[in-house]
T-cell receptor
Framework: GQSLEQPSEVTAVEGAIVQINCTYQ??????LSWYQQHDGGAPTFLSY????GLEETGRFSSFLSRSDSYGYLLLQELQMKDSASYFC???????????FGAGTRLAVHP | EPEVTQTPSHQVTQMGQEVILRCVPI?????FYWYRQILGQKVEFLVS????????KSEIFDDQFSVERPDGSNFTLKIRSTKLEDSAMYFC????????????FGPGTRLTVT
């Protein structure tokens, strides 16, 4: 089957750096995406890794290791507005179907 | 900035009734999706739609579900006979093309089946 595992909760303080890990079990994923979702809101795209290595987009970076079936999202210079749920999602199938993990709830404190 | 819109924002229906959820995709996007999220749980893929036909569907997307793009703009999800367990937030998402796997999600329709 296809499944993605990520921690359920992470807590950090403003200005800090936090890493959210994602491990997956599947033979069919060809990329890993990250989405942010604030309470009551829609998922919004953050980052995508098709190849091994690090992708950087501003304060957010994402890493993928296909051989380890592992990726992470790195959030730097945390701000209060970063408090949200973060989902890793594997891309599968011929039409970019997203298979989501259960999400990691990030709480940023002053 | 273009965005995906969905109507209604909240739909309450009785078990066994039919509901139609509507989505207006971003105009130049080619790939369309429906996902659902039961309260407090992860987002689940329902169906993908490309070139006016279903390209892939999940096990959740059984005979009670259907999608269509009747007028080239709206993209609808129909549930023929709703069940209590269909209560969830339903998100429409669109993607510009296959090489750019960034999906744009609409604000969602909260469906409550009583």
């Amino acid at each position: 089957g296809q499944s993605l595992e990520q921690p359920s909760e992470v807590t950090a303080v403003e200005g800090a750096i936090v890493q959210i890990n994602c491990t997956y079990q599947t033979s069919g994923f060809y990329g890993l995406s990250w989405y942010q979702q604030h309470d009551g809101g829609a998922p919004t795209f953050l980052s995508y890794n098709a190849l091994d290595g690090l992708e950087e987009t501003g304060r957010f970076s994402s890493f993928l290791s296909r051989s380890d079936s592992y990726g992470y999202l790195l959030l730097q210079e945390l701000q209060m507005k970063d408090s949200a749920s973060y989902f890793c999602a594997g891309l599968s199938g011929g039409y970019n179907k997203l298979i989501f993990g259960a999400g990691t709830r990030l709480a940023v404190h002053p | 900035e273009p965005e995906v819109t969905q109507t209604p924002s909240h739909q309450v229906t009785q078990m066994g009734q039919e509901v139609i959820l509507r989505c207006v995709p971003i105009s130049n996007h080619l790939y369309f999706y429906w996902y659902r999220q039961i309260l407090g749980q992860k987002v689940e893929f329902l169906v993908s739609f490309y070139n006016n036909e279903i390209s892939e569907k999940s096990e959740i997307f059984d005979d009670q579900f259907s999608v269509e793009r009747p007028d080239g703009s709206n993209f609808t999800l129909k549930i023929r006979s709703t069940k209590l367990e269909d209560s969830a937030m339903y998100f429409c998402a669109t993607q510009p093309g296959q090489t750019i796997p960034e999906q744009y999600f609409g604000p969602g329709t909260r469906l409550t089946v009583t």
